[in-house]
């Protein structure tokens, strides 16, 4: 409920900025910047959690359903205020003058950010990058949720392959995968998908097309457990593969396994990217590792599924030991249309190992 | 992020529905003297575009941009990949690639010679976006929600109340003795199967053991007196009910003893939006009753419209 160790951290975050106060800003989009000091998958709008120099814990919550949950969690009484521009007045009205730090400062309502400014004097300052480099790297009990999701993804997707069959719709498929990993524990799950041929350039949302022979069906699955997400990303054909979907899942395949042998402590994010690319340019499709056919090539994961750094060959970060992440080369190739392949990373003292133990193959109904 | 069905039905919703909307947008804030709105959306701030454009962004920012007798011009930070499908189902037909949302729409403004610029709840702004905006030299001039979405209309009216039955069937149909047993996780597991395949876009079940508000689900035993709370969302419209295992009714407004939630959902910001009573005729309100029974908690409740000085079950 409480992260303890976060708690330590941000206590020595703040005092090595002078910070007196941070506060923490959830709400319905990215509750990740509450629950990673407590836990609690609030149902309000907007949740605050205030962490003051002295250690002291206090909330702030704008549903009455919130008020026991969160109280339980920190011991404590936090203060219910249906409009959260008056209760953050309300709960900062004895730190005038006080140094305010917000992590999601950004994703804050300028309404909210002022009755801030009103009280403490000044705008506060962003805390969401720095927080967000102590959340990058996982606590043993942070990586043990992270299992239990991958775990849940793997059966997710044993699921997916059991359920879709031709003459479903795409909404259908995601309704009976949703079911079952709601019903074995997850209390969310990011899910995109696609169907169809070489016309299908990414995915999107269900739609009401019915899966064809021939169709490569794909799915990005992310089940969240107490608050932690874990990914993986596989594609199934409808009916026997085509010697170009075979060719061009091989291509995907090779790309992981090279992120996934290259990835340890003291490497750039950005050569995570590359060598999964060259594995591209090697077989002549260089052309589509680039922003027209693909996003990225996998992401940091944790209490947000698409948490940074993004792995890209623009962008740079030193990996660390027990940081969490995807690799994905999905992307769109002429041979079969968009198609994805990825596994949950964590990485360990000499490399990484992945947390899904689905197996790595081209599947088909 | 919302994974249920999205489409555009254009029989309940049909094209000139949504451009009488943006007439009578145009009509309201014509007094402003400004030459464009704009209005933010994101995965979970959705409901003014969807309002206004039938764009729901199931993922990430977005701003719809609204120039007098014009098709509104999405600046999407989604990829570009996944317009075609975007073209499908909202009125969007320009939609410009804006992985920097406010440097974008500055591009857009320069180009038009647009300098007045209304913003649908400008202070509504996520900060950042809001700190952008006030760095360039455009003038900024707030437009209430009340200009955009002035109240509900029968035909939104029409949507909550056929959101309000597909979730009271299931919830009537899947919350009874029959449940006793159930994990709340697995209770879930039917409530989402359900509604999904009904063609749900988004979903929140929130389940009591009698001893705690609804929370979200914990793997607890169903038991005498468990309830669950269920928010569903259908085309963009928000409703929220509860049920009991117990079966045990409230009349809406209830009686003395009861503790009264109360959300307003016909507003722009619907399930996300603040939690008030709103007295006007024709708005739509979640009313959601705390029952005391044996020292423990009963929740019972519905989705209503407020109707001359009452309200009534949709």
């Not at chain 1, 990835?263 to 590359?274: K, Q, W």
């Not at chain 1, 962008?315 to 690799?327: E, F, S, T």
């Not at chain 2, 941009?65 to 509104?72: L, Q």
């Not at chain 2, 109240?151 to 979730?167: G, N, Q, W």
Request: charged share 20%; hydrophobic share 40%.
């Amino acid at each position: 409920m409480l992260n303890p160790i976060r708690k330590q951290q941000y206590l020595q975050l703040m005092a090595e900025r002078g910070w007196d106060l941070l506060l923490f800003y959830g709400d319905g989009w990215r509750k990740d910047l509450f629950r990673c000091l407590i836990n609690v998958n609030f149902s309000g709008p907007q949740a605050v959690a205030l962490l003051s120099r002295s250690g002291q814990i206090r909330a702030l919550v704008t549903d009455p359903w919130d008020v026991e949950p969160v109280g339980a969690a920190i011991e404590d009484e936090p203060m219910l205020s249906l409009r959260l521009a008056e209760g953050l007045r309300a709960v900062l009205a004895a730190e005038a003058r006080a140094i305010v730090a917000v992590n999601g400062l950004e994703q804050m309502e300028a309404r909210f950010v002022r009755a801030v400014q009103e009280i403490a004097g000044a705008v506060p300052v962003s805390a969401t990058a720095d927080v967000e480099e102590i959340r990058r790297v996982k606590t043993a009990e942070e990586i043990e949720w992270i299992r239990r999701a991958a775990q849940l993804a793997d059966r997710g997707y044993e699921h997916f392959v059991k359920v879709c069959e031709p003459g479903m719709t795409e909404f259908e498929l995601v309704a009976e995968v949703e079911s079952f990993v709601k019903a074995h524990g997850a209390e969310d799950n990011f899910m995109l998908v696609a169907s169809g041929g070489t016309e299908v350039t990414g995915m999107k949302p269900p739609t009401a097309r019915r899966f064809q022979p021939g169709d490569s069906v794909t799915t990005e699955l992310t089940p969240q457990v107490n608050g932690y997400y874990a990914q993986i990303c596989r594609t199934l054909v409808i009916g026997e593969p085509s010697a170009a979907q075979l060719q061009a899942y091989s291509i995907f395949a090779a790309a992981q396994q090279a992120a996934q042998t290259y990835l340890r402590p003291g490497v750039d994010i950005s050569d995570v990217a590359r060598v999964q690319n060259d594995v591209f340019r090697a077989r002549g499709y260089g052309d589509y590792t680039g922003p027209q056919y693909t996003r990225v090539r996998g992401h940091n994961l944790g209490l947000y599924p698409d948490e940074l750094p993004h792995v890209l060959e623009n962008v740079h970060y030193i990996c660390k030991q027990d940081m969490v992440l995807i690799a994905h080369p999905n992307t769109y190739l002429p041979l079969s249309g968009y198609m994805v392949f990825g596994d949950t990373l964590l990485v360990t003292a000499e490399g990484c190992v992945p947390l899904n133990d689905t197996p790595r193959k081209l599947f088909h109904s | 992020m919302k994974r249920g069905f999205i489409g555009w039905d254009t029989q309940q919703l049909p094209r000139a529905a949504l451009e009488a909307r943006l007439e009578e947008l145009q009509r309201n804030i014509a007094g402003l003297g400004v030459q464009v709105l704009v209005a933010f959306c994101d995965v979970w701030r959705s409901n003014d575009v969807r309002y206004l454009s039938n764009y729901m962004p199931y993922w990430n920012r977005a701003l719809t941009v609204i120039p007098s007798g014009e098709t509104p011009i999405l600046l999407c930070a989604l990829s570009p990949r996944v317009y075609p499908w975007i073209r499908s189902v909202t009125l969007h037909e320009t939609i410009l690639p804006s992985p920097q949302l406010i440097a974008q729409l500055v591009r857009l403004c320069a180009e038009r010679g647009w300098t007045r610029v209304g913003v649908l709840d400008h202070e509504g702004l996520p900060y950042e976006l809001y700190r952008q905006l006030a760095a360039e030299k455009l003038e900024i001039v707030d437009v209430p929600r009340h200009l955009v979405r002035p109240k509900a209309t029968e035909a939104e009216v029409a949507m909550h109340r056929h959101a309000a039955r597909l979730a009271r069937g299931v919830l009537e149909r899947e919350v009874t003795g029959e449940a006793l047993g159930l994990t709340d996780h697995e209770l879930t597991g039917r409530l989402e199967r359900a509604l999904r395949r009904a063609g749900a876009e988004d979903l929140f079940v929130l389940v009591s053991g009698g001893y705690t508000p609804p929370l979200p689900a914990c793997g607890t035993v169903l038991g005498a007196h468990s309830s669950v709370t269920l928010a569903l969302e259908y085309c963009g419209h928000w409703v929220k009910l509860s049920r009991n295992v117990a079966g045990m009714t409230s009349p809406l407004p209830p009686g003395r003893g009861a503790t009264v939630h109360l959300e307003t959902l016909s507003r722009a910001s619907g399930w996300e939006g603040i939690a008030e009573d709103d007295h006007e005729a024709g708005a739509v309100i979640s009313l959601q009753v705390e029952i005391p029974a044996d020292g423990k908690r009963l929740y019972y409740g519905d989705t209503c419209v407020r109707e001359g000085g009452g309200l009534g079950v949709l």
